[in-house]
Nanobody, 115 residues
Framework: QVQLVESGGGLVQAGGSLRLSCAASKSIFSFNSMGWYRQAPGKQRELVATIYSGDITNYAESVKGRFTISRDNAKNTVYLQMNSLKPEDTAVYYC?????????WGQGTQVTVSS
């Protein structure tokens, strides 16, 4: 069973930065992709960013230019650097790993951006 453990969430003022980390219990080389999703109260979970084998990345339009997804293979960890945070970025952020046909999820970390 794969475990994903997120950390780095918290409370920050608008315009500030946070870096989320997602540590996997196995080599992240084995995953087809890893990504970050978020879910705000009363809203559906949405994709924030994905990183594929070969370090190909994909971002939601709402975070392009502000967020950066990266990976450290030696640490089996994926990061989400979030800059210029806005109140609308407030949500629980979830780490995801996809190893076809399985999807794995972390427990989530709360990010709150105050105006």
């Amino acid at each position: 069973q794969v475990q994903l453990v997120e950390s780095g969430g918290g409370l920050v003022q608008a315009g500030g930065s946070l870096r989320l980390s997602c540590a996997a219990s196995k080599s992240i080389f084995s995953f087809n992709s890893m990504g970050w999703y978020r879910q705000a109260p009363g809203k559906q979970r949405e994709l924030v960013a994905t990183i594929y084998s070969g370090d190909i990345t994909n971002y939601a339009e709402s975070v392009k230019g502000r967020f950066t997804i990266s990976r450290d293979n030696a640490k089996n960890t994926v990061y989400l650097q979030m800059n210029s945070l806005k109140p609308e970025d407030t949500a629980v952020y979830y780490c995801n790993a996809w190893q076809s046909p399985y999807d794995y999820w972390g427990q989530g970390t709360q990010v709150t951006v105050s105006s």
